[in-house]
């Protein structure tokens, strides 16, 4: 059975109702996000062109989710694949992924309002699966001598959610110099896997 392919103009459409949707979920809220704002927002004559395209509102908001996580991956993939250690791949994950908040501000405040609202499938499995590159990254600095010994998991939900944060620190204070707080976490981090640095199990009695 062949599958029709969405056409250009179709894929123009759902592309314009998920950035207006993202637009309106940032300013208003995700509870406000009626299709009535958001096919205003995205100045549609009706409603039902946002229906024709979405199967319902799960489906909307699933679909808005990806697209920001897709753009956040492809962003911060290129920058550390540009990095030939260990070291400088942690350092360019996490001051890509910070310039990409910057960057895409109302983006991101709309992915963290629909996060919170529970409004994605998310289980711990996913959970795992997104933090695995960066696993990835911290397992082949052991491997290579870069980085200390410690748990990758531990470690990688740590820089998670630290680079998770800001865009709640935007929200309060938007002025943050964003290139400054990526170079501070940059450093955290660094210290906290260089090579060298006392284990935790080294510590314990």
Not at 144 to 150: D, L, N, Q, V
Not at 199 to 205: P, R
Request: aromatic letters at 6%.
């Amino acid at each position: 059975m062949q599958v029709k392919q969405p056409s250009f103009t179709g894929t123009a459409r759902r592309a314009q109702i998920i950035d207006a949707t993202l637009a309106v979920i940032a300013e208003s809220g995700f509870d406000r996000a009626s299709f009535a704002r958001i096919a205003e927002r995205a100045q549609l004559s009706s409603t039902r062109l946002i229906s024709y395209h979405f199967a319902g509102k799960a489906e909307l908001i699933s679909a808005c989710a990806a697209q920001v996580i897709g753009r956040i991956g492809e962003w911060t993939g290129a920058a550390v694949h540009a990095e030939r250690t260990a070291a400088g791949a942690l350092h360019a994950y996490i001051t890509a992924t910070v310039g990409f908040i910057d960057l895409n501000r109302e983006a991101m405040t709309a992915l963290t309002r629909i996060v919170l609202a529970g409004a994605l499938d998310y289980t711990t499995a996913d959970d795992a699966e997104a933090a695995a590159p960066l696993e990835g990254i911290l397992r082949s600095g052991q491997e290579a001598g870069e980085f200390r010994s410690f748990d990758p998991a531990v470690m990688a939900h740590a820089v998670q959610r630290s680079i998770d944060g800001l865009p709640f620190v935007l929200e309060r204070a938007p002025g943050t110099d964003c290139a400054a707080y990526g170079r501070e976490l940059a450093v955290l981090f660094e210290l906290a896997t260089r090579a060298g640095t006392p284990d935790t199990a080294s510590q314990q009695h």
